[in-house]
């Protein structure tokens, strides 16, 4: 299908957003955590969300035509939800992703006819994003939504993420807690709670191996979606309460558990999610509310070690 041919509203945007928050019970701990299922998403991840409002503000703003091709630097799942939507409106979409990205994800890329560019991971996300301004230079068909900066990001996640989680608690959050690729999720979110819930205290999750945030030198982890070597513009001076260091090994642990004892499917940073929540729970008490996001689903991670079992 073709941009000019494509319907303005495709029936899969039909299916993006207003997904379920649940509360998950740790009998163990005698805690409860909220968590909402980003992974039912259509193409399985919470990134579906942001890359429908980059592109339908490109097209509103005159930036998109018939024979633009977009280009983004992703951790993949960016990368996955653009394919997904320039599939259904018509546009070509090519995504700059580093060679240690899972390969389902480059498989889930072609499925839906998007060109993937390899980069060395070495230097993190700053290579990619550096890639794309290098093949923009070079061909004038790009587009560049660049999620990383572009503060849709953080304001789709305000006026949508955030305003979902309002109405499925009442308006009562104690904590929200998220890790960070872009930062867009994690700042939208608090400054959407926030305007509701002034006293809700929000909280970044950061691998435990490559704490940036905490002033930390990046070092290899197991979190795959989130802290690429790199503190992205939409995080430099957030208003956040604090940090929680979560390792590799225990956000692992924490998605097989959410998937042998909750039956939910779901990646690394959900698990690392959960455990900075249930962490957060823990100190904050029986009573508060503490609500987290998961990211995307499981299958996009067969061949990387939360499989290794
Ligand atoms: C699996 C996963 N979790 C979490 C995130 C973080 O989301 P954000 O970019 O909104 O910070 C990403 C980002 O791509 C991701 O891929």
């Excluded at 993006?16 to 968590?35: C, D, K, S």
């Excluded at 867009?184 to 435990?208: H, K, S």
Aim: charged share 20%; hydrophobic share 40%; proline share 6%.
């Amino acid at each position: 299908m073709s941009a000019s041919s494509a319907p303005a509203h495709p029936p899969v945007f039909d299916l993006i957003g207003h997904t379920p928050l649940m509360p998950l019970r740790f009998a163990a701990e005698g805690l409860t955590v909220w968590a909402k299922a980003e992974f039912l998403n259509p193409s399985g991840s919470i990134k579906d969300r942001l890359a429908r409002c980059l592109i339908e503000d490109a097209e509103a703003r005159g930036l998109l035509r018939p024979d633009s091709i977009i280009l983004e630097c992703s951790s993949g799942n960016t990368g996955i939800s653009l394919a997904m939507v320039g599939a259904a409106k018509g546009y070509q979409v090519h995504i700059a992703m580093s060679d240690t990205a899972s390969i389902e994800r480059r498989h889930l890329m072609h499925q839906l006819g998007a060109e993937v560019h390899l980069f060395k991971a070495t230097k993190g996300y700053a290579t990619g994003i550096n890639l794309t301004l290098e093949l923009a230079a070079r061909e004038p068909r790009y587009f560049l939504p660049r999620q990383f900066e572009n503060p849709i990001n953080a304001r789709d996640h305000e006026e949508g993420t955030a305003v979902e989680i309002l109405e499925q608690t009442g308006g009562r959050v104690d904590a929200f807690v998220a890790g960070y690729g872009t930062g867009g999720t994690l700042v939208g979110c608090g400054r959407g709670l926030r305007r509701q819930c002034p006293n809700v205290r929000v909280f970044a999750m950061e691998p435990a191996e490559a704490a940036m945030l905490s002033g930390e030198c990046p070092c290899c982890h197991l979190i795959e979606g989130i802290a690429g070597g790199y503190v992205p513009p939409l995080l430099v001076g957030a208003n956040l309460d604090g940090i929680v260091k979560i390792a590799s090994g225990e956000a692992v642990s924490m998605a097989r558990r959410l998937s042998r004892e909750f039956g939910l499917l779901v990646g690394t940073s959900s698990g690392g999610n959960v455990a900075a929540a249930l962490r957060l729970a823990r100190e904050l008490g029986p009573d508060a509310r503490v609500v987290t996001v998961l990211c995307d689903r499981a299958e996009r991670y067969y061949s990387t070690p939360l499989f290794d079992h």
